[in-house]
């Protein structure tokens, strides 16, 4: 299958920008996503971009995607304690109705 | 009750022990997935139902028997699984499985520990 690939763990403190990366094999993705996991809950979606656009602003989040590198970023401004989850990077693969995620990532913000 | 309904949310079986795991959207959608979550592992896709038909099996083992008797209701049969089929078990569903960007609404997952 495809690979996604993210870091693990992510710290930052409250009130600063979190930047979190990933990248993808899959050059005929249609669609990523970025989705969020709290603790004992599921995965809900935070934002999406479709591959033709390399920017997609919503509110505190952007999302940037580099298509020729592949690489997809989330960037969330002013960080608060509530953003503490796991975030997961997924691509839509171009064939079937296949999704391909990522470790998570992690993220802890520091009061 | 609204949204991706799983049950149970912890499960504890031998490695001879045959169970079950349910999940139920109240969303009406037509496209139901299960998912398994491993510490810093990907998340997996495992098997894919849209309009009660398997469209995706990404080579599962057949320890793990899914059935979908309508478009509401999704299970996940097991039977001898191992001790490293241990990990949250997560359903999700979605309006459909065409070219748009479907947002796939996830179930709070079953926590199954195999001994």
């Known amino acids: 299958g495809e690979d996604v690939e993210q870091s693990l763990f992510l710290s930052v403190r409250e009130g600063d920008s979190s930047v979190i990366n990933c990248t993808y094999t899959?050059?005929?993705?249609?669609?990523l996503y970025w989705y969020k996991q709290e603790p004992g809950a599921g995965l809900q979606l935070l934002t999406y971009?479709?591959?033709?656009?390399d920017m997609k602003q919503d509110q505190r989040l952007t999302v940037l995607l580099n298509k020729k590198d592949k690489h997809l970023s989330l960037r969330i401004a002013d960080t608060q304690t509530g953003d503490s989850a796991i975030y997961f990077c997924?691509?839509?693969?171009?064939?079937?109705?296949?999704?391909?995620f990522g470790t998570g990532t992690s993220l802890t913000v520091i009061p | 009750e609204t949204g991706v309904t799983q049950t149970p949310r912890h499960l504890v079986m031998g490695m001879t022990n045959k169970k079950s795991l349910k999940c139920e959207q109240h969303?009406?959608?037509?496209?139901m997935y299960w998912y398994k979550q491993s510490a810093k592992k990907p998340l997996e896709l495992m098997f894919v139902?849209?309009?009660?038909?398997?469209?995706e099996n990404n080579s599962v083992p057949s320890r793990f028997s899914p059935e979908c008797p309508n478009s509401s209701h999704l299970f996940l049969h097991l039977h001898t699984l191992q001790p490293e089929d241990s990990a949250l078990y997560l359903c999700?569903?979605?309006?459909?499985?065409?070219?748009?960007?479907?947002?796939?609404?996830f179930g709070p997952g079953t926590r199954l520990t195999v001994l």
């Open positions: 997924a691509e839509r693969g171009g064939t079937g109705n296949q999704f391909y």
């Open positions: 899959d050059s005929s993705s249609t669609y």
């Open positions: 969303l009406g959608h037509n496209a």
């Open positions: 139902y849209n309009f009660k038909e398997q469209t």
């Open positions: 971009i479709f591959s033709n656009m």
């Open positions: 999700a569903s979605s309006q459909e499985t065409d070219w748009t960007y479907n947002e796939q609404f």
